[in-house]
């Protein structure tokens, strides 16, 4: 499941996607919208600028805009920033790769082949899902 600060990290960024390129919007605003308190979005959002997908302007007109337009964001890449490989196992990680403790071979471990199908097409999901998609897919919903 994801966390609590993925799904605020994702909520962010969907709204960013949302703002105009050319002007910062502002924390509080960001924060209000998104329904992602203050205290965590601080963090969450220095992650992401840290990361690459947000550029931040100081001062009474700052606040924080996306580094690239919303279709070269994909949700894989801010879920990884936030939570790290999208594995449930370290063993099949492409970024985090660790053999189990457990595990006594594993090219031929049930669990291994079927967590590495998982990841797969999470990876593939996610990945394949930008900011921009998903935003059009809300709204051809509602």
Do not use: W
């Not at 605020?8 to 709204?15: C, H, Q, V």
């Not at 947000?54 to 936030?82: C, D, F, N, Q, W």
């Not at 970024?95 to 593939?124: G, Q």
């Amino acid at each position: 499941m994801l966390t609590q600060r993925s799904r605020y990290a994702l909520r962010a960024m969907l709204f960013l996607g949302d703002q105009s390129a050319s002007v910062p919007t502002a924390m509080n605003r960001i924060a209000s919208e998104a329904n992602v308190p203050r205290k965590f979005l601080e963090l969450i959002l220095a992650d992401l600028r840290d990361a690459g997908f947000l550029l931040s302007t100081r001062g009474k007109m700052g606040g924080y805009r996306l580094a690239r337009a919303p279709h070269l964001i994909s949700l894989g890449e801010i879920i990884r920033v936030i939570e790290g490989p999208l594995a449930l196992v370290p063993c099949v990680s492409r970024t985090a790769y660790r053999p189990c403790n457990d595990c006594k071979d594993e090219a031929t471990c049930a669990i291994r082949l079927a967590m590495s199908r998982v990841r797969d097409e999470t990876a593939r999901i996610l990945d394949g899902t930008s900011l921009a998609d998903a935003t059009a897919t809300v709204l051809a919903a509602a």
